[in-house]
């Protein structure tokens, strides 16, 4: 990342010890160590978006071009796409669609069982 050598960062040491004095460099030390895990986990995390993004820009490129063939005589890359993208629709509706059973299965108990209005006989 930096082209930073042993005695750089010896220098740069000495110097933030003169400056800062030592009771306030270990502080200091810690805010730069916190800044740069920062910046660096938000460039992986940019970097690994971008890459999603363009790979789901591929697999669109790719389900275009299948449905331009009318889905026949496919390239093995092509039906490998559509593959893809077809497990990746089924993972996100199957959550759904057991949220949506588990929804109805318990709005269908309670509608199915009226509360009785009879009086309990407590004898």
């Given at each position: 990342m930096f082209d930073i050598g042993f005695w750089e960062?010896?220098?740069i040491g000495v110097v933030g010890l003169l400056v800062l004095g030592p009771?306030?460099?270990p502080v200091a030390i810690r805010t730069v160590s916190r800044l740069f895990k920062t910046v660096r986990d938000t460039a992986n995390a940019v970097k690994t978006e971008l890459a999603q993004e363009l790979?789901?820009?591929?697999?669109?490129?790719?389900?275009?071009?299948?449905?331009?063939?009318?889905?026949?005589?496919?390239?093995?890359?092509?039906?490998?796409?559509?593959?893809?993208?077809?497990?990746?629709?089924?993972?996100v509706t199957r959550?759904?669609?057991?949220?949506?059973?588990?929804?109805?299965?318990?709005h269908g108990t309670e509608t199915d069982t009226p509360p009785s209005k009879e009086p309990q006989d407590k004898s």
């Amino acid at each position: 990342m930096f082209d930073i050598g042993f005695w750089e960062l010896v220098v740069i040491g000495v110097v933030g010890l003169l400056v800062l004095g030592p009771e306030r460099l270990p502080v200091a030390i810690r805010t730069v160590s916190r800044l740069f895990k920062t910046v660096r986990d938000t460039a992986n995390a940019v970097k690994t978006e971008l890459a999603q993004e363009l790979r789901m820009e591929e697999l669109h490129r790719d389900l275009k071009k299948a449905e331009q063939l009318d889905m026949k005589n496919l390239s093995p890359e092509l039906q490998e796409s559509i593959d893809q993208l077809k497990d990746a629709a089924s993972s996100v509706t199957r959550p759904y669609e057991k949220t949506q059973a588990g929804s109805a299965a318990v709005h269908g108990t309670e509608t199915d069982t009226p509360p009785s209005k009879e009086p309990q006989d407590k004898s």
